[in-house]
């Protein structure tokens, strides 16, 4: 089992910003790694992801305004958050998977390893 660790969500006035992490104890250099997050009422969604054959997602709601970067030595990705919206409004989650089939960046959320999130809240 490999757990992970999300930190530095908090509420935000709208237009600000808020870098996101997700740390593991383990070497997730190989690994695919996906920011998902879910809004009360509202289906979860893939906000951000990297998978290194691949490349980087991005949900179009957030293009422009946040960006995914990792540093392996730290083993740890972020998500920095710029611009924030109220509909930006969620619970965060990292989810992590090392090989799966597919071309997609995002890992697979339910078969991933994942964290137990941090919430985001933008209003004024």
């Known amino acids: 089992q490999v757990q992970l660790v999300e930190s530095g969500g908090g509420q935000v006035q709208p237009g600000g910003s808020l870098r996101l992490s997700c740390t593991a104890v383990?070497?997730?250099?190989?690994?695919?790694i996906g920011w998902f997050r879910q809004a009360p009422g509202k289906e979860r969604e893939a906000v951000s992801c990297v998978r290194n054959e691949i490349g980087t997602h991005y949900a179009d709601s957030v293009k422009g305004r946040f960006t995914i970067s990792r540093d392996d030595a730290k083993n740890t990705v972020y998500l920095q958050m710029n611009d924030l919206k109220p509909e930006d409004t969620a619970d965060y989650y990292c989810a992590a998977r090392r090989a799966f089939s597919g071309g997609s960046s995002c890992p697979p959320y339910e078969s991933s390893y994942r964290g137990q999130g941090t919430r985001v809240t933008v209003s004024s």
């Open positions: 383990i070497n997730l250099s190989y690994y695919a």
